[in-house]
């Protein structure tokens, strides 16, 4: 597909430059240049996404992979994301896709529309824009959203958060789900490590939770010596129930060397069994660890009654005990989140889906 045109959020400067303000980085292009995330381009005066369209591939995955453990529990997601992204982790999971060039690794096209009946026909009871950042393609994502909304198919967004106000309004108003990657909890890890500041993240969550009905949950990868310190880890989780409240899951998930940052030794479980208990201390109801095993990390628990509503073994739901809206099965406490009676049973199976089968 062609590159789109953004109708809205850029601007023309008076040195003939055009001001993209999508994201915080607010870059500003000559003709031909592109943005910090390489996909919004300066064509013919304006701003084009160049990524509409097209993607580096799309799976279907078990929602708890986004991880998003209390939204519409075990049920499969259709995921998919583009090429570029306006952080520059130096540790970052996904380099291939988020750091690569376009050409590398767009290889398959799909309109919206044709994402959400693939979605349909499959079965999924969602679709994630994941793998690199969304708020970078978000033309098309917010088309996505529209044209799986028609069908009834939620959407989820696997963001760092790193936005603008006014298109972050436009762009979750079309969201069902979120999981916000909290890189970590001080300006100076921010800059040094992703090249980004920490400010408009936290901008971005309470946004979330004041402004919008969408479910969202935090993950933070814990690297040993850089963001996994006590007083780091105190502040975070307190900041968290403070501003967010009690009941946003937040994941702790362990780091493995990767991309440029290959000297820390990977996360043992025993910081994740750390990091847990100070949230837990500090409040947090719903704290999860990942990427290893660790006692209960991966279960849900009546925060009133300690009674095991969700047993998971990795993607796998193994118990379940909650009654209809989502109330405890032993002493109705509420859990929050989006649950259905009961739990999917897609499991832990991975799809990989050409999207050129479905035209």
């Known amino acids: 597909m062609e590159p789109v045109i ?65 939204f519409l529990p075990g049920t499969p997601v259709l995921s998919f994301g583009t090429a570029g992204c306006n952080l520059g982790c130096v540790f970052c999971q996904n380099a291939d896709i988020s750091h690569s060039r376009e ?52 959407t989820v967004a696997v963001t760092a958060g790193y936005v603008c106000p006014e298109p972050r309004k436009e762009f979750y108003a079309w969201m069902d789900a979120a999981n916000v990657d909290l890189k970590g909890f001080s300006e100076g890890f921010y800059q040094k490590y992703t090249g980004s500041q920490l400010a408009p993240v936290l901008e971005t969550l309470v946004y979330l939770k004041k402004e919008t009905p969408v479910w969202f949950e935090i993950t933070t990868l814990l690297i040993p010596g850089l963001n996994d310190s006590e007083s780091e880890l105190q502040a975070m989780t307190r900041w968290i129930v403070k501003n967010l409240g009690p009941d946003v899951p937040l994941h702790f998930t362990a780091f493995h060397p990767a991309y440029k940052l290959l000297d820390p030794s990977p996360t043992p479980a025993s910081t994740l069994t750390r990091a847990r208990g ?15 095993p660790t006692p209960d990390g991966e279960t849900t628990f009546c925060h009133f009654c300690r009674t095991k509503l969700i047993g998971r073994d990795g ?34 199976q991975r799809l990989p889906v050409r999207l050129g089968n479905f035209t």
Not at 15 to 22: P, Y
Not at 23 to 39: I, K, Y
Not at 325 to 334: E, F, H, Q, R, V
């Open 6 to 70: 953004a109708e809205k959020y850029w601007q023309p400067m008076i040195d003939g430059r055009i001001q993209c303000n999508v994201c915080p980085r607010h870059c500003r292009l000559a003709e031909g240049q592109r943005g910090f995330c390489f996909v919004r381009a300066r064509r013919g005066g304006r701003i084009a996404l160049t990524t509409y369209g097209r993607s580096s591939g799309f799976c279907v995955d078990p929602i708890e992979k986004k991880p998003l453990f209390h």
């Open 103 to 154: 050409t590398d690794t767009l290889a398959d096209a799909a309109s919206p529309e044709l994402i959400a009946k693939t979605a349909e026909t499959l079965g999924c009871r969602s679709v994630a824009f994941t793998y690199n950042e969304p708020h970078i393609f978000h033309e098309y994502a917010v088309d996505t959203s529209k044209e799986c909304r028609k069908r009834g198919i939620k």
């Open 278 to 292: 100070i949230a837990l201390a500090n409040g947090i109801r719903y704290c999860y660890t990942g990427n290893v």
């Open 315 to 348: 993607y796998e739901i193994t118990d379940w005990n909650l009654k209809e809206n989502g109330l405890c099965g032993s002493c109705g406490t509420a859990c929050p989140g989006i649950f259905e009676p009961r739990p999917g049973t897609w499991g832990s």
